[in-house]
């Protein structure tokens, strides 16, 4: 099938945040708490709502969490946030051929376009959907309803990829098909929970899915 458009999560999916989540997370508790969180706490909230981690492990200081959090993540977003291969020739392949594609992030927008223009591909996105644009959040479909009128496609004419449930959650939700990544730092029967359409072992899996020539 080829897709005219396609929505992607951002962390963990087109670019490598997962040290960077977790040493903010790590410095807001050691800092507020005395201690750190484990990775696998932090990875059980990837793809959800800042607010929805703090409320869970720091409910009583959450917007001084949050705060905390920010103020690391964000000095040091460009020194711990790293790539993925293939990635940006990937969506110069899908936007070449004039697939639409668009960003549905639980993060802000500013912070994700950031996170695009390091890696040179936030030319290739019409469209970036933060947290502050949507009432509810991933896996509610709001997120993805919410790029599909900002792209003007129906739901069957788009693929949604993403490394967490709650992206294949609200992607399906939706009446998007979805495309789970092998790469995630997430229990990977969590993913396939979700009954993915699809699977990508490699980015460059797209390009086969759209029937694009990958040269």
């Not at 129906?154 to 979805?178: I, N, Q, W, Y």
């Amino acid at each position: 099938m080829r897709f005219k458009g396609i929505l992607f999560d951002l962390d963990g999916t087109l670019i490598d945040t997962s040290n960077l989540i977790v040493r903010s997370f790590q410095h807001t508790f050691i800092q507020h708490y005395g201690r750190a969180l484990t990775p696998q706490e932090v990875y059980a909230f990837f793809g959800k709502p800042l607010r929805d981690a703090m409320e869970h492990y720091g409910p009583d200081k959450v917007d001084e969490l949050i705060t905390t959090y920010r103020d690391f993540n964000l000095t040091y977003h460009d020194e711990l946030t790293t790539g993925f291969a293939s990635v940006p020739e990937t969506m110069q392949k899908l936007y070449n051929n004039g697939i639409l594609l668009a960003i549905v992030t639980s993060k802000s927008k500013s912070t994700a376009i950031r996170g695009l223009k390091l890696f040179a591909m936030d030319k290739y996105f019409s469209v970036v959907i933060g947290h502050e644009e949507c009432q509810k959040h991933k896996p509610h479909p709001e997120p993805v309803l919410r790029a599909l009128e900002q792209i003007k496609l129906a739901p069957a004419e788009c693929l949604m990829v993403g490394d967490s449930p709650f992206d294949l959650a609200s992607a399906r939700a939706a009446g998007v098909k979805t495309a789970a990544v092998r790469w995630t730092q997430i229990a990977w029967h969590q993913l396939l929970a979700e009954q993915p359409d699809y699977v990508l072992t490699t980015i460059e899996d797209l390009l086969t899915i759209c029937n694009i020539e990958n040269k």
